[in-house]
T-cell receptor
Framework: DAKTTQPPSMDCAEGRAANLPCNHS???????VYWYRQIHSQGPQYIIH???NNETNEMASLIITEDRKSSTLILPHATLRDTAVYYC??????????FGAGTRLTVKP | SQTIHQWPATLVQPVGSPLSLECTVE??????LYWYRQAAGRGLQLLFY??????ISSEVPQNLSASRPQDRQFILSSKKLLLSDSGFYLC????????????FGEGSRLTVL
């Protein structure tokens, strides 16, 4: 079973920031927070991951709360191509990646 | 650069027939390899992973088996398919346990009738 809780769906206006929340209240000290996304009928695509500190790359930013019980993925300027299912995963290594139902993000023009 | 390929892309099989899905990785050595399954409208379920040739770990008991005959080849098999085996099967690789990133193939859509 997935160790995370995400809203089933969200909408975002094109060009605005998309903020996708994730709760992981039972996270252990050595577990990372990973984010992937899956566009329909394709394999998931890695976005970003972090342990304690906030992280940023060319795709997104990851904000992890100080108690590490929740996090937010931020897509700073959402485009129509960002419409996808976004998965938040908590894992201590790659062999324990458990994908839940995710959040279906719809970016609208 | 590294690439991952899996085939066939689409498969329609009768109940009770055998199955073989193949996945190969190029451009890297000794990858960790994974098989996931995604039922319609649901998340991904980890089926098998392998950290080396001949080393297979199974996550859930099921009608499927996996083999890794070569370093960069991962095969998912079944002797007799069930209706519940229908789904979208995804192969993935990673460079190690802690790299933080799985690279997924294009997927194989299996329909069992």
């Amino acid at each position: 079973d997935a160790k995370t809780t995400q809203p089933p769906s969200m909408d975002c206006a094109e060009g605005r920031a998309a903020n996708l929340p994730c709760n992981h209240s039972t996270i252990s000290g050595n577990e990372y927070v990973y984010w992937y996304r899956q566009i329909h009928s394709q394999g998931p695509q890695y976005i970003i991951h972090g342990l304690k500190n906030n992280e940023t790359n060319e795709m997104a930013s990851l904000i992890i709360t100080e108690d590490r019980k929740s996090s937010t993925l931020i897509l700073p300027h959402a485009t129509l191509r960002d419409t996808a299912v976004y998965y938040c995963i908590v894992s201590y290594n790659n062999n324990d990646m458990r994908f839940g139902a995710g959040t279906r993000l719809t970016v609208k023009p | 650069s590294q690439t991952i390929h899996q085939w066939p892309a689409t498969l329609v099989q009768p109940v009770g027939s055998p199955l073989s899905l193949e996945c190969t990785v190029e451009g890297t050595s000794n990858p960790n390899l994974y098989w996931y399954r995604q039922a319609a409208g649901r998340g991904l379920q980890l089926l098998f992973y392998s950290v080396g040739i001949g080393q297979i770990s199974s996550e859930v008991p099921q009608n499927l088996s996996a083999s890794r005959p070569q370093d960069r080849q991962f095969i998912l098999s079944s002797k007799k398919l069930l209706l519940s085996d229908s789904g979208f099967y995804l192969c993935a690789w990673s460079g190690g346990l802690d790299t933080g990133e799985l690279f997924f193939g294009e997927g194989s859509r299996l329909t069992v009738l």
